[in-house]
């Protein structure tokens, strides 16, 4: 069957497709193999089929080859592993004393890499997976004999560069570093990834080394400059995607409406996922649905066996996600490879590199978040000369929505940068007393990154460095800084059962007060848990199974004082401005909530201390005046809040969860009405200084959504948010849109753009329930 025949049979009533768009097939020529890759390599790839290269792939082996920094930024499966390998095999035929480092995001992806490599008959090739999971002497045969050490990021950082001198032999043979999948290293995560980079490099130059840097990307924005802020050098891209590809038709969804008293509501979708799933797969249909969640990956699966009840398909569909053993997702890789699985809901441990390909037609559950998964999630359907087949159902929210009725932010618009900041002086401290310890830190480590310098001062009056004659910076501490690379706060909270001890889940310190306080309902999986107490000092919540008839939201205040204003657009009646702030809330106390309608049984107070946040934000204030007669005003500013927080993942790369809001009629500092969005990591992440650069695009996006709803008064495609501390309440749909119309048009006019060193700092409390 055709794509459209195929959009014919899925489409419903009510719902269905808002827009159908044609990508183009692509038809490719090989590239001769470069001079410089020996008969052994070209011989022992086209053992596996691999009788040519793509021009893509031989111009970034041949720029890593000649010593220049490489990204190679196209789309799935492109073959961009050949890029990194054509260099470091070359190296292993010739016998060199060249070794390389390679590192992929996850342990599983390091393995899967592994095993491709080792189908290659290369002679002089020895590789090694060394992750958290490799026995001691193990280790110590890859540091003295490997010359492909496959790693991840977190070992590097854990254990390799800690134990640098154990690992000298390696350090001072690299030759190649290969970062595969490196768009996932972007916000705080991306800073710390790209110091421990930093951090590898400089040891390596210590030993007598200077690695080339070769990284593999999904498509992205200007991935040359991304692979430079993590390296800290200069780099090159190949970005033009020479490999064939049969075309594909996509179809953004909207799921059916029903009413109800009324008011129009969504149907869900995950169950508009799961029947579609199920129409695909009785047809013979290879499909991979991708789901935001494992549990929701789950449900899909089960619900489209369910809908096709006795036919024999059903027993060809399955759900595939990350906490599976892993010889069980291998057999499943395999079966769907194979044509043995029709259907496949997954979450995005699918998207990353592991091989899956021969798909007809791909689902997602909702957009992704972000245009690059977007297209990597797309890209996984197409079988040879068939035409492949894409559908993205909107969920209920603004982004979603957004989107199906603007398919120019998708089709039209390039993918996004992956940006990280790694000057963020709160990753930054931790980084600096490691790369200290590991050797003492020269002037010229500090240069690449602006401000290092103060913060290293700083950690000398902290008594952690000690400046000596010579400019160097010497690590002085007792400890070893604890320093992870993954998650925002300083350790995390362990979600254990009371009458056993067994550890559920661990928790964010900084969600912890809002999803574990005591008499909280707290969902892991699917189950659900009443919390009997949390214990911050030891970091542990105490659960037991639970399934009342109620479940718990928690109500906190926050308080938003700013510290510096960096930057001002002021345009009459409208200023908008970016500046370091530092939020204050407190989780006071939550109300149960009967289900399935949501009726308040009662509200209990809590008495959990005040968390602090200082961070990076953007705010917008409106004169009341020129508001004459706007019905109320903290509605009107608190929805348009929450609608400009979901949309902001529309311009940075981020989620709604990175980023919190708090809106009020009249704010102690500015003296105005004032909304502010904020990055919720310590020292910012980049996405409110995004929002601030391109806040015409995100606002006018803001204003479109909310209008382009067909509720009433509100709903959570619009205005409403999952995450509101104040039980989304007042909220003014007609509110918002006057508000952002007004201070849309103050674009129009007049423009003063200032930038200031500093701003005083005001102390009085100002307590509005905040959003985060
Ligand atoms: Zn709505
Ligand atoms: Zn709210």
Same mark, same amino acid.
């Given at each position: 069957?055709?794509?459209?025949?195929?959009?014919?049979?899925?489409?419903?009533?009510?719902?269905?497709?808002?827009?159908?768009?044609?990508?183009?097939?692509?038809?490719?020529?090989?590239?001769?193999?470069? /001079?410089?890759?020996?008969?052994?390599?070209?011989?022992?790839?086209?053992?596996?089929?691999?009788?040519?290269?793509?021009?893509?792939?031989?111009?970034?082996?041949?720029?890593?080859?000649?010593?220049?920094?490489?990204?190679?930024?196209?789309?799935?499966?492109?073959?961009?592993?050949?890029?990194?390998?054509?260099?470091?095999? &070359?190296?292993?035929?010739?016998?060199?004393?060249?070794?390389?480092?390679?590192?992929?995001?996850?342990?599983?992806?390091?393995?899967?890499?592994?095993?491709?490599?080792?189908?290659?008959?290369?002679?002089?090739?020895?590789?090694?997976?060394?992750?958290?999971?490799?026995?001691?002497?193990?280790?110590?045969?890859?540091?003295?004999?490997?010359?492909?050490?496959? =790693?991840?990021?977190?070992?590097?950082?854990?254990?390799?560069?800690?134990?640098?001198?154990?690992?000298?032999?390696?350090?001072?043979?690299?030759?190649?570093?290969?970062?595969?999948?490196?768009?996932?290293?972007?916000?705080?995560?991306?800073?710390?990834?790209?110091?421990?980079?930093?951090?590898?490099?400089?040891?390596?130059?210590?030993?007598?080394?200077?690695?080339?840097?070769?990284?593999?990307?999904?498509?992205?924005?200007?991935?040359?400059?991304?692979?430079?802020?993590? &390296?800290?050098?200069?780099?090159?891209?190949?970005?033009?995607?020479?490999?064939?590809?049969?075309?594909?038709?996509?179809?953004?969804?909207?799921?059916?409406?029903?009413?109800?008293?009324?008011?129009?509501?969504?149907?869900?979708?995950?169950?508009?996922?799961?029947?579609?799933?199920?129409?695909?797969?009785?047809?013979?249909?290879?499909?991979?649905?991708?789901?935001?969640?494992?549990?929701?990956? /789950?449900?899909?699966?089960?619900?489209?066996?369910?809908?096709?009840?006795?036919?024999?398909?059903?027993?060809?569909?399955?759900?595939?996600?990350?906490?599976?053993?892993?010889?069980?997702?291998?057999?499943?890789?395999?079966?769907?490879?194979?044509?043995?699985?029709?259907?496949?809901?997954?979450?995005?441990?699918?998207?990353?590199?592991?091989?899956? &390909?021969?798909?007809?037609?791909?689902?997602?559950?909702?957009?992704?978040?972000?245009?690059?998964?977007?297209?990597?999630?797309?890209?996984?359907?197409?079988?040879?000369?068939?035409?492949?087949?894409?559908?993205?159902?909107?969920?209920?929210?603004?982004?979603?929505?957004?989107?199906?009725?603007?398919?120019?932010?998708?089709?039209?618009?390039?993918?996004?940068?992956?940006?990280?900041?790694?000057?963020?002086?709160?990753?930054?401290?931790?980084?600096?007393?490691?790369?200290?310890?590991?050797?003492?830190? *020269?002037?010229?480590?500090?240069?690449?990154?602006?401000?290092?310098?103060?913060?290293?001062?700083?950690?000398?009056?902290? *008594?952690?460095?000690?400046?000596?004659?010579?400019?160097?910076?010497?690590?002085?501490?007792?400890?070893?800084?604890?320093?992870?690379?993954?998650?925002?706060?300083?350790?995390?909270?362990?979600?254990?059962?009371?009458?056993?001890?067994?550890?559920?889940?661990?928790?964010?310190?900084?969600?912890?007060?809002?999803?574990?306080?005591?008499?909280?309902?707290?969902?892991?999986?699917?189950?659900?848990?009443?919390?009997?107490?949390?214990?911050?000092? /030891?970091?542990?919540?105490?659960?037991?199974?639970?399934?009342?008839?109620?479940?718990?939201?928690?109500?906190?205040?926050?308080?938003?004082?700013?510290?510096?204003?960096?930057?001002?657009?002021?345009?009459?009646?409208?200023?908008?401005?970016?500046?370091?702030?530092?939020? &204050?809330?407190?989780?006071?106390?939550?109300?149960?909530?009967?289900?399935? =309608?949501?009726?308040?049984?009662?509200?209990?107070?809590?008495?959990?201390?005040?968390?602090?946040?200082?961070?990076?934000?953007?705010?917008?204030?409106?004169?009341?005046?020129?508001?004459?007669?706007?019905?109320?005003?903290?509605?009107?500013?608190?929805?348009? /809040?929450?609608?400009?927080?979901?949309?902001?993942?529309?311009?940075?790369?981020?989620?709604?969860?990175?980023?919190?809001?708090? =809106?009020?009629?009249?704010?102690?500092?500015?003296?105005?009405?004032?909304?502010?969005?904020?990055?919720?990591?310590?020292?910012?992440?980049?996405?409110?200084?995004?929002?601030?650069?391109?806040?015409?695009?995100?606002?006018?996006?803001?204003?479109?959504?909310?209008?382009?709803?067909?509720?009433?008064?509100?709903?959570?495609?619009?205005?409403?948010?999952?995450?509101?501390?104040?039980?989304?309440?007042?909220?003014? *749909?007609?509110?918002?849109?006057?508000?952002?119309?007004?201070?849309?048009?103050?674009?129009?006019?007049?423009?003063?753009?200032?930038?200031?060193?500093?701003?005083?700092?005001?102390?009085?409390?100002?307590?509005?329930?905040?959003?985060?």
């Amino acid at each position: 069957m055709s794509a459209d025949q195929l959009i014919a049979a899925l489409d419903s009533e009510d719902g269905g497709v808002r827009h159908l768009r044609r990508l183009p097939a692509r038809a490719s020529v090989r590239a001769a193999w470069p /001079e410089w890759v020996p008969d052994e390599v070209r011989k022992a790839l086209g053992d596996t089929g691999i009788t040519l290269p793509w021009p893509h792939q031989a111009e970034a082996a041949t720029h890593a080859f000649e010593g220049r920094d490489t990204v190679i930024a196209t789309g799935t499966a492109s073959g961009k592993s050949l890029a990194y390998l054509l260099p470091l095999l &070359t190296e292993a035929a010739a016998d060199g004393p060249g070794r390389t480092l390679y590192l992929a995001p996850t342990k599983a992806l390091a393995a899967d890499q592994a095993r491709a490599v080792a189908e290659f008959d290369v002679p002089g090739l020895i590789p090694a997976i060394v992750d958290g999971d490799t026995p001691f002497e193990h280790r110590q045969w890859a540091q003295r004999f490997a010359n492909l050490v496959l =790693s991840n990021p977190d070992l590097l950082h854990h254990s390799l560069l800690p134990r640098h001198r154990m690992w000298r032999s390696l350090l001072k043979d690299l030759k190649y570093v290969v970062v595969d999948e490196c768009h996932v290293y972007r916000g705080v995560f991306g800073a710390h990834v790209a110091l421990t980079l930093r951090r590898l490099l400089r040891l390596a130059a210590h030993y007598g080394a200077s690695p080339v840097v070769i990284a593999a990307s999904a498509t992205a924005a200007d991935p040359a400059a991304s692979l430079s802020v993590l &390296t800290g050098r200069p780099a090159t891209a190949v970005t033009v995607d020479s490999s064939p590809s049969p075309g594909a038709t996509v179809a953004l969804w909207e799921p059916v409406t029903y009413e109800v008293e009324g008011e129009p509501q969504q149907a869900s979708t995950l169950s508009e996922t799961a029947r579609m799933l199920a129409q695909l797969v009785r047809r013979g249909v290879r499909t991979l649905a991708f789901v935001p969640s494992r549990r929701g990956a /789950e449900i899909v699966a089960a619900e489209a066996k369910s809908r096709l009840g006795a036919d024999p398909s059903a027993g060809r569909i399955a759900a595939y996600r990350a906490g599976y053993l892993r010889e069980h997702r291998r057999d499943l890789e395999a079966d769907l490879r194979e044509g043995r699985l029709l259907g496949v809901a997954t979450t995005n441990a699918l998207e990353l590199g592991i091989d899956v &390909t021969g798909l007809d037609a791909v689902l997602l559950c909702g957009y992704p978040g972000r245009l690059a998964s977007f297209w990597q999630q797309i890209g996984r359907a197409g079988r040879g000369d068939t035409e492949a087949l894409a559908v993205m159902l909107a969920k209920d929210d603004p982004l979603d929505t957004f989107l199906v009725h603007h398919p120019e932010a998708i089709f039209d618009r390039p993918v996004e940068a992956s940006v990280c900041d790694p000057s963020n002086p709160y990753v930054l401290a931790g980084h600096l007393c490691l790369a200290a310890e590991e050797l003492p830190l *020269k002037e010229s480590d500090l240069a690449s990154i602006p401000g290092s310098r103060a913060v290293a001062d700083e950690l000398c009056e902290q *008594k952690l460095l000690r400046k000596r004659a010579g400019g160097r910076y010497y690590w002085i501490g007792s400890e070893r800084p604890e320093v992870t690379l993954r998650g925002s706060g300083p350790m995390g909270v362990d979600i254990a059962e009371t009458s056993t001890g067994r550890l559920i889940g661990t928790i964010d310190a900084a969600a912890s007060h809002r999803l574990v306080h005591r008499g909280a309902i707290y969902l892991h999986q699917g189950e659900s848990y009443l919390v009997d107490d949390l214990d911050l000092e /030891e970091g542990l919540a105490l659960v037991h199974a639970a399934k009342p008839p109620w479940t718990t939201s928690s109500q906190e205040i926050t308080h938003l004082e700013i510290l510096a204003e960096r930057e001002r657009l002021e345009m009459g009646d409208v200023t908008l401005s970016l500046g370091e702030v530092e939020v &204050t809330s407190c989780v006071i106390s939550y109300q149960r909530r009967r289900l399935p =309608s949501g009726e308040v049984i009662d509200t209990q107070q809590l008495d959990l201390p005040p968390q602090t946040l200082r961070t990076v934000a953007v705010w917008w204030t409106v004169d009341p005046e020129s508001l004459d007669g706007l019905k109320d005003l903290a509605g009107s500013l608190h929805a348009a /809040e929450h609608a400009s927080i979901g949309l902001l993942p529309l311009i940075a790369t981020c989620d709604r969860w990175d980023i919190g809001g708090l =809106s009020t009629a009249a704010h102690m500092d500015t003296e105005l009405p004032t909304v502010f969005v904020y990055d919720g990591h310590p020292g910012g992440a980049g996405f409110a200084e995004q929002a601030f650069r391109k806040w015409t695009d995100w606002l006018g996006a803001t204003r479109e959504a909310i209008a382009g709803c067909d509720c009433t008064s509100g709903c959570p495609s619009c205005i409403q948010s999952p995450k509101c501390g104040n039980g989304n309440e007042p909220l003014s *749909k007609p509110g918002a849109l006057t508000l952002l119309k007004k201070v849309l048009a103050a674009a129009e006019g007049p423009v003063t753009a200032k930038s200031f060193a500093d701003k005083p700092v005001k102390e009085e409390d100002d307590l509005w329930p905040g959003d985060f």
